[in-house]
């Protein structure tokens, strides 16, 4: 059995709740991994003051320098060490110094163009990891030009709790509403609002990001702007009759979560077809891709979808399919198992 340590970027919650009050992408990772051959250690950051990042930034929290010695002197037995950017990056540095045999993994490579920090972070880690994961194939070109072209990348899929996010019966005597779900920079509400103007169709917004709505429109669109329990969250999802993810092209993979919760609800998507998203598109029969930045499109493609209630239920059956064979958790964490043997034994993983 190898060893694996985690490096949680934080701290666990304190209460969680009840089993399946809330989403759990790592559900059953521990058994999936260990039938896998891996055996999983998780250390998170310290509080303050022993570490002295604790109260800044969720992105600064993880250099945590209490934690990286613990790992250097006191974590050797492991096999390999993952982590995020920051949670890594010292153990990358100071390894040699150490002695420090374990290989070492930055999960998750993020991209935050501008950011000085990020981008020097990058520098240092990205070269120097065994491994470098990302979540979508778009993303290899980008490594590479950090790293070079010697760089070992894997693309690990993203996951969604598909026992959380489960299809519901609809209500009876009702068809639902347009739903469009996400916080990130890279969505574009703007134009579903503006494919929706001229249909008769309700459309509801949970996001926090404002949007312009015109009068014209105002009563057949409800923005949710406030922090909802996740309760709430799902419910939203099972008022809906489709759900429309429109993002604009950018490195990280915009949209991916709220494409895969609608399709692990059974509901049928539309979505903008951004090269990020590329890994993660329905195909034809489980969902509607279009091109990027086209409110005619979007609203064509709606249009037809709401007149056709026993297509959406096929599309949103597929949906379903999809995502429990190629994004459930079952599914991530063999392809992590996978991605963990490459970086040990020094092999390739078909994405590198």
């Excluded at 150490?98 to 972070?121: C, H, M, N, Q």
């Excluded at 739903?179 to 103007?197: C, K, L, P, Q, T």
């Excluded at 014209?216 to 922090?227: F, I, K, L, Y």
């Excluded at 949906?319 to 991605?339: C, G, T, W, Y």
Aim: charged content about 20%; hydrophobic content about 45%.
């Amino acid at each position: 059995m190898r060893k694996v340590l985690q490096l949680f970027n934080g701290r666990p919650a304190k209460d969680p709740g009840p089993p399946g009050a809330r989403p759990d992408h790592t559900v059953h990772n521990e058994r999936i991994l260990s039938s896998c051959g891996w055996e999983t250690e998780t250390l998170p950051t310290h509080p303050f003051p022993w570490n002295p990042f604790a109260r800044m930034h969720n992105a600064y929290v993880g250099l945590d320098p209490l934690r990286t010695l613990r790992v250097l002197l006191g974590r050797r037995d492991a096999d390999c060490v993952c982590g995020h950017l920051e949670s890594v990056v010292g153990v990358l540095l100071l390894r040699r110094l150490f002695g420090f045999r374990p290989k070492v993994i930055v999960w998750e490579v993020p991209w935050s163009p501008g950011w000085a920090y990020r981008d020097t972070l990058s520098r240092l880690a990205l070269p120097r990891a065994d491994m470098n994961v990302v979540f979508d194939s778009s993303q290899l070109a980008l490594v590479r030009g950090v790293a070079g072209d010697r760089a070992p990348v894997a693309v690990v899929p993203f996951c969604i709790d598909v026992d959380f996010f489960r299809p519901t019966a609809p209500a009876a005597g009702r068809d639902g509403y347009v739903y469009s779900v996400g916080r990130d920079n890279g969505r574009d509400f703007d134009i579903v609002v503006e494919a929706m103007a001229g249909t008769p169709f309700e459309l509801v917004l949970r996001t926090s990001t404002p949007v312009d709505v015109p009068a014209d429109c105002a009563s057949r669109v409800v923005q949710v702007a406030e922090t909802v329990p996740w309760a709430r969250y799902r419910s939203l999802y099972e008022g809906a009759a489709i759900v429309v993810v429109a993002a604009r092209e950018t490195a990280n993979a915009s949209g991916v979560t709220s494409l895969l919760e609608a399709m692990a609800m059974g509901l049928p998507v539309v979505v903008t077809g951004t090269r990020a998203l590329s890994d993660y598109l329905p195909p034809e029969d489980a969902g509607v891709v279009l091109p990027v930045g086209d409110a005619e499109a979007i609203r064509r493609a709606v249009t037809s979808l709401m007149s056709d209630p026993e297509r959406r239920m096929r599309m949103g059956r597929r949906a379903r399919e999809v995502v429990i064979d190629r994004f459930s958790p079952s599914a991530h964490f063999q392809a992590l198992a996978r991605m963990l043997d490459a970086a040990v034994d020094g092999t390739p993983t078909g994405s590198s």
